[in-house]
């Protein structure tokens, strides 16, 4: 829920900030955030939607999501490999236009 918010107000967030919002708590926190990620990822490309997990950030990413997101997105054949920034830059703005009212 949290990230449809985010979609529909056109924000992202870091991962930090997601888990610490989502109260998980102790220093595992970011990997089981990730492993939600990964599931939520199996999902919308199951569904054909856009990838939710694309609004998230790494903290030394430059507003991108961590390696992570792009090896999962290219497992599930939706990242080819080329043009990280601009695969996001889809991907949100796909999400932007899918939570617009």
């Known amino acids: ?4 918010r985010l979609a ?3 924000q992202t967030i870091s991962y930090g900030a997601l888990a ?6 102790g220093p595992g926190a970011i990997g089981k955030l990730t492993q939600a990620l ?7 490309a199951a569904a ?3 990838l939710r997990a694309a609004l998230c950030s790494g903290r030394l990413a430059n507003g991108l999501p961590a390696p992570g997101f792009f090896q999962r997105a290219a497992e599930l054949g939706r990242f080819d490999g ?3 920034a601009g ?3 889809e991907e949100r703005r796909l999400l932007w236009a899918a939570a617009a009212p």
Not at 38 to 44: S, V
Request: net charge negative; charged share 30%; aromatic share 4%.
């Open 82 to 84: 080329t043009d990280p």
């Open 87 to 89: 695969f996001v830059a």
């Open 48 to 50: 054909g939607r856009p």
């Open 8 to 10: 529909a107000s056109r």
């Open 1 to 4: 829920m949290r990230l449809a």
């Open 38 to 44: 990964e599931i939520l990822m199996e999902t919308d």
């Open 20 to 25: 610490r919002e989502l109260g998980l708590p």
